[in-house]
């Protein structure tokens, strides 16, 4: 997500800036600027990466003791030089970077149009700046009180810095919903969203909380609060942590933090979408092409590696609850094998990065047959999102580690509120039993953190299986799909050769491979295929495979069968996916970890892979 960036001091403030900008890299962003004040306002931003920024402004000399900088992962408006920050307002006296949503810019935009605004941008933040000089005006206040009074009047989320034209060293910055940090040097003041910009130059911090503003001055720092302007003591931290660490948020490794935030991404994925009394979904994706759900005669899911994967999960859920007939493909073999795709299809396209090459290719070809696409990415502004005729955006935050995480589970959060969208649409699903589910997505966050605890044991199962040449993943139903995520995430990170199996067709083959090297994961929680799955896991323990299983808690039978138990919590069939996947993710994790592998760049793989 953005990240924000600042200096006020008697230092250079470029260097410190562009520096700064680079520690945010890993928060994963499409383009960067910086403002700096030298006399007059310098702004300079580019689309793409940091580099492209320094290259830009080249050998171009810029000295200045107050700067702001921004990484900006694109929300309102597609990533390019315009939408990047920073966001100069009319009268080219105030400069803004912000991190964040304002919810209510459509109606400030109107007020500042009727007043004869104009804008450059599509950014929220374009407008907020401007209604913060339009607040100036009127009020005939200092900067900081019109940005207090603005700020009074927004809804959303916003961590802001300002600085002025006027106000040659003055920076004011507030934050709510979105991270701030002050740094406090000798004589100089450092912001960042988080220490990282600055923790090489002092280790004396202040976080400021949610409704806080703060104005640094030559004069020190005065912190307030937004709402009433009550002055508030600061409180001095010491950071504690090295740069490593904080770079990944305190995590050892991208992939860690992302299995880690999933209870927050997943409230992102719903927030504003699912509606249980009302038993509604409101996703405007789906509202402009509801015409032709209507008419669809059938849904092909298209996408790769863990995206596809979502995709079968996405069968079953949409199928069980919609009654609508559902193939899912893999995009690279859709897009050569000249399927039969008619008018009456929808296509939905799944992909974190929205760049995949043969996605992006197998879109195209359903276009040109005549079929209405759908796609689910993660990426805004990304070229399967513009490609597609409608869609919806996963809001999991930027994915940096290889292995999909946070990804899947928001992939498979969106198509299950497709599924109700559909089955309430087509009369297949009663307003009961939507609600009934709906309650339940809204509890998966909650259940999701709570298993984050697991994380220890998990770490101890995996010392019984890293040094394993091959494993087996066994899921039914619902949760075959986890079986093949889980052998995905085994083989890509730690170089263990994995494979997932539906649990019954073990029989049929794999059953053959089975002794006591061979550790067999076994996706088996509560629900309609519980009893079957406690067989299979018998059918694997009398050839003496080594059985973990992901299981409700307090499964005595499974327990006594298996090696190693990860106990989870209950929810309906549909949602188990949901959950089933968190251990196989740690497990995955730890495993790699225990063999020293890099877990977040694994050898010969890359994040998007953009070629075929
Ligand atoms: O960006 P996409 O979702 O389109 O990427 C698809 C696959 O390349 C991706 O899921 C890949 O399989 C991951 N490394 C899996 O963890």
């Known amino acids: 997500m953005c990240g924000i960036v600042g200096y006020l001091g008697k230092k250079d403030a470029y260097p410190v800036l562009i520096n700064g900008l680079r520690r945010l890299e890993y928060r994963g962003y499409d383009s960067s600027g910086i403002a700096l004040y030298n006399g007059d306002l310098e702004v300079h931003k580019s689309k793409g990466k ?241 015409e032709k759900l209507e008419k669809a005669n059938r849904i092909l899911i298209i996408g790769c590696g863990t995206s596809w994967h979502a995709g079968l999960v996405g069968e079953y859920i949409i199928e069980d609850l919609a009654r609508l007939p559902v193939e899912v493909e893999y995009a690279s073999e859709f897009r050569y094998r000249n399927p039969i795709i008619s008018s009456d299809d929808i296509v939905i396209a799944i992909s974190q990065s929205g760049e995949t090459a043969d996605t992006l290719a197998a879109i195209k070809m359903a276009k040109e047959a005549g079929a209405c696409v759908f796609g689910i990415c993660n990426v805004v502004g990304s070229s399967i999102a513009r490609e597609s005729h409608a869609g919806a955006f996963t809001h999991a935050g930027p994915e940096i580690g290889v292995a999909s995480t946070k990804a899947f589970t928001a992939q498979v959060t969106v198509l299950a509120m497709i599924a109700l969208y559909l089955g309430r649409g087509n009369g297949n699903l009663s307003k009961d039993k939507f609600q009934e589910i ?102 694997v323990k009398a050839r003496k495979g080594i059985v973990i299983s992901i299981t409700g808690y307090g499964e005595s039978e499974v327990k006594s069968l298996s090696d190693g138990v990860i106990e989870i919590p209950e929810t309906l069939d549909c949602l188990t996916p949901l959950l089933t996947t968190i251990p196989l993710q740690l497990l995955s994790y730890h495993v790699a970890v225990q063999r020293d592998c890099n877990v977040d760049q694994p050898r010969n793989l890359a994040k998007s892979v953009t070629v075929e």
């Open 438 to 539: 709906a309650k339940e997505i809204e509890l998966i966050p909650a259940k999701i953190l709570s298993m984050l605890d697991l994380d220890d044991k998990i770490q101890t199962i995996a010392k019984s299986l890293y040094k394993s040449n091959n494993a087996l993943f066994l899921g039914r139903g619902f949760n075959f799909p986890v079986a093949l995520e889980g052998a995905l995430k085994l083989k890509e990170i730690s170089y263990i050769h994995a494979e997932g199996y539906p649990a019954a067709e073990m029989k049929h083959g794999p059953i053959a491979l089975i002794d006591e090297n061979m550790p067999v994961i076994v996706v088996a929680p509560r629900g309609d295929m519980f009893k079957k799955l406690v067989s299979n896991i018998q059918e």
């Open 50 to 290: 940091v580099d492209d920024l320094e290259n830009l402004i080249g050998e171009k000399k810029i000295s200045a003791k107050m700067g702001i900088g921004h990484t900006r992962w694109a929300t309102h408006g597609e990533p390019n030089n315009v939408n990047a920050h920073p966001h100069v307002s009319n009268n080219g006296d105030l400069v803004i970077v912000h991190n964040g949503i304002i919810e209510n810019c459509n109606s400030l935009k109107q007020l500042l149009l009727d007043k004869n605004y104009s804008f450059k941008s599509e950014t929220d933040t374009e407008i907020l700046i401007n209604f913060i000089e339009y607040v100036q005006a009127e009020e005939k206040v200092s900067l900081d009180q019109a940005i207090r009074l603005a700020l009074n009047e927004v809804i959303g989320a916003f961590a802001i810095a300002v600085i002025s034209k006027k106000e040659p060293s003055l920076m004011v910055v507030a934050r709510l919903g979105s991270p701030l940090v002050l740094g406090i040097g000798n004589g100089e003041f450092f912001i960042g969203s988080d220490a990282t910009p600055f923790i090489d130059l002092t280790k004396k911090v202040i976080y400021l909380e949610d409704g806080e503003m703060a104005v640094l001055s030559n004069n020190g720092v005065s912190i307030r609060t937004i709402e009433s302007d009550e002055p508030i003591d600061a409180v001095i931290h010491k950071l504690q942590i090295d740069l490593n660490s904080i770079e990944k948020g305190g995590y050892n490794h991208f992939m860690l933090k992302e299995i880690f935030e999933q209870p927050t991404s997943i409230l992102n994925t719903i927030r504003g979408r699912l509606f249980v009394s009302n038993a509604q979904i409101r996703m405007a994706g789906l509202d402009k092409i509801s």
